[in-house]
């Protein structure tokens, strides 16, 4: 039996039912029951992602993004998809190439819906703001026959090469948040080259942030990536006027889908609050610093 106590976050999903539904914006499919039942209950039985998509289902998802004519024409055609979503809070994508292991793994995601509330007040949003959001707490993918090479160098924490699909994944994500009812999709990323990658279609929630980043990516154009973001990691990132250090922003990147998350975004309010950040931050690499932590990881 479901929860006596339901929170109002639940029930937002029933109103994506055609005969609860009012607003003006494109409505989305009406929920299934198995899919309610998730999202009240965090049950399901039948192993579905979000408990919407069977198997079958999701890989014509897949198909309609590009993403299985990309690893196709990357040599890796008709991969092994495998889901694990009895947790509400890990519901996992994973695709292999030719058996399930982790050295033949090309794409895993680890993905939630879950409420997100602001931790401080920005723009119009209060901490009391919510929003139902599609988090991304991991997102891989990798080449399992690939090598890195001087032209394309391990970035930070990658065990494999990239196989250059994350258009389609966000595509794939895309496809999620229409029909899912959500609000946008969001990701804390903790390297500078993920933000950078996502900076395609994500946006920084905070405007400040945002402005910081672009500051960043501005004032390391002429750094390999690589280099630029292992010294991001390593805290070597300083203010070109002061030296002070700068630690890289642990803040929440997002790509709005509707409503007033969407707006925010796309507000001239938004953009004259980055654009200041962007103009106030100078940053620079103390390449002193990299050097010795460098000497230190070679022969600590």
């Known amino acids: 039996m479901p ?81 694990s979503c009895a947790d509400p809070t890990d519901q996992r994508i994973c695709l292999y190439a030719g058996e399930e292991t982790r050295d033949r793994l090309l794409l895993e995601a ?29 997102l891989v993918l990798s080449s399992p026959d ?31 948040s229409r029909e899912l009812s959500v609000d946008g999709v969001l990701d804390v990323p903790d390297h500078f080259h993920t933000a950078l990658f996502y900076s395609r279609d994500f946006r920084y929630l905070d405007p400040e942030a945002e402005g910081r980043f672009q500051a960043i990516a501005r004032d390391l154009s002429g750094v390999p990536l690589a280099l630029a973001s292992d010294a991001i990691r390593e805290g070597c990132l300083v203010d070109r006027a002061t030296g002070a250090p700068m630690p890289w922003p642990v803040a929440e990147q997002v790509m709005a889908v509707r409503g007033p998350l969407r707006r ?15 103009a106030n931050y100078h940053v620079v690499v103390n390449w002193d610093l990299y050097r010795k932590i460098l000497a230190i990881h070679e022969h600590p």
């Open 3 to 83: 929860p006596k106590n339901i929170s109002r976050f639940e029930l937002r999903r029933l109103f994506g039912l055609p005969l609860l539904s009012g607003g003006e914006e494109e409505k989305a499919p009406a929920p299934l029951e198995s899919e309610l039942l998730f999202d009240l209950t965090g049950e399901n039985p039948e192993n579905r992602l979000f408990g919407r998509y069977t198997p079958g289902e999701l890989r014509g998802r897949l198909d309609a993004s590009g993403l299985l004519a990309g690893l196709s024409g990357r040599g890796y055609p008709d991969p092994i998809l495998r889901l």
């Open 110 to 138: 680890r993905l939630q819906l879950a409420p997100f509330h602001p931790r401080r007040p920005i723009g119009p949003f209060t901490e009391e703001s919510s929003f139902r959001m599609l988090v991304i707490h991991w």
């Open 146 to 176: 690939g090598t890195f090479t001087v032209d394309r160098p391990r970035l930070p924490g990658q065990e494999k090469p990239g196989l250059g699909l994350l258009g389609q994944t966000i595509a794939l994500l895309k496809a999620f």
């Open 264 to 278: 925010f975004l796309h507000s001239p309010s938004y953009r004259e609050a980055r654009n200041r950040a962007t």
